[in-house]
């Protein structure tokens, strides 16, 4: 009983739900408390798309139909949208662009890369996980980055439930070249879709896969 005690703490205070903890504590999440922490953050962030809840279709009943697009180098920038809509965070839509898998960085660049702003998406509940810039769409990702160990950590506790995930990459490359522009537009987009990986926004939804 001690064990499920520590189990449930996580999700049963009140003041902060998903409590901030330096643990492997996520990896004794059950399956109702991880989806409905999804659950949570999705309908959070569909009320920013200004979408009603899918119909027929649950987190509790998770159905695999999104498929990762095949491994590919990054596109060359698309022609540049009107001015008026360039860094406007509210006009830029996570969904709306190309995903591929997160293994893409492991192969060779095959393009000299481009500043951007990027989308860590799980698209089959679908939340955005994490918002992060650079100035080259084909390092950033390369190298070391926490957000890889939280989603090393996302992937371990859907395994372990039996869980479909669809983490996926996306890359805008519209993104200012000045890094100071670059930054601010990458807080907006942080602000307005909150996503759980993101420090910003460990108050809101703790941070269960956080690094020890």
Same mark, same amino acid.
């Given at each position: 009983m001690a064990?499920?005690?520590?189990? =449930?703490? =996580?999700?049963?205070v009140?003041t902060n739900?998903?409590?901030?903890l330096?643990?492997?504590?996520s =990896?004794?999440m059950?399956?109702?408390q991880i =989806?409905?922490w999804q659950?949570?953050?999705?309908?959070?962030?569909?009320s920013?798309?200004?979408?009603d809840?899918?119909e027929q279709r649950?987190?509790?009943?998770?159905?695999a139909?999104?498929q990762?697009q095949?491994?590919?180098?990054?596109?060359?920038p698309?022609p540049n949208?009107?001015?008026?809509?360039?860094?406007?965070?509210?006009?830029?839509?996570p969904?709306?662009l190309?995903?591929?898998?997160?293994s893409f960085?492991?192969k060779?660049?095959t393009?000299r890369?481009y500043?951007c702003i990027y989308?860590?998406?799980d698209?089959f509940?679908?939340?955005?996980?994490?918002?992060g810039e650079?100035?080259?769409?084909e390092?950033r990702?390369r190298s070391?980055?926490?957000?890889?160990?939280y989603?090393d950590?996302?992937?371990a506790?859907h395994?372990?439930?039996?869980?479909? /995930?669809g983490?996926a990459i996306a890359f805008?490359l /519209?993104?200012p070249?000045?890094?100071?522009a670059?930054?601010?537009l990458e807080?907006?987009?942080?602000?307005l879709?909150k996503?759980?990986?993101?420090?910003?926004?460990?108050?809101?939804?703790?941070?269960?896969?956080?690094?020890?």
């Amino acid at each position: 009983m001690a064990y499920r005690a520590t189990q =449930l703490r =996580l999700f049963e205070v009140k003041t902060n739900p998903y409590k901030t903890l330096r643990s492997p504590l996520s =990896l004794m999440m059950t399956r109702e408390q991880i =989806l409905t922490w999804q659950t949570e953050i999705a309908d959070f962030q569909r009320s920013i798309r200004r979408e009603d809840a899918p119909e027929q279709r649950s987190l509790f009943e998770l159905i695999a139909t999104y498929q990762v697009q095949p491994e590919r180098s990054i596109d060359p920038p698309i022609p540049n949208p009107p001015p008026s809509q360039q860094h406007d965070p509210e006009t830029i839509n996570p969904w709306a662009l190309s995903y591929q898998a997160m293994s893409f960085w492991r192969k060779p660049a095959t393009t000299r890369g481009y500043p951007c702003i990027y989308f860590v998406a799980d698209r089959f509940v679908p939340i955005v996980l994490y918002i992060g810039e650079s100035n080259n769409s084909e390092r950033r990702w390369r190298s070391e980055h926490d957000c890889k160990h939280y989603l090393d950590r996302y992937y371990a506790l859907h395994y372990d439930l039996g869980i479909e /995930h669809g983490v996926a990459i996306a890359f805008w490359l /519209h993104a200012p070249r000045r890094r100071k522009a670059r930054q601010e537009l990458e807080q907006a987009l942080i602000q307005l879709w909150k996503p759980p990986f993101n420090k910003e926004c460990w108050s809101r939804w703790g941070q269960p896969f956080g690094r020890d």
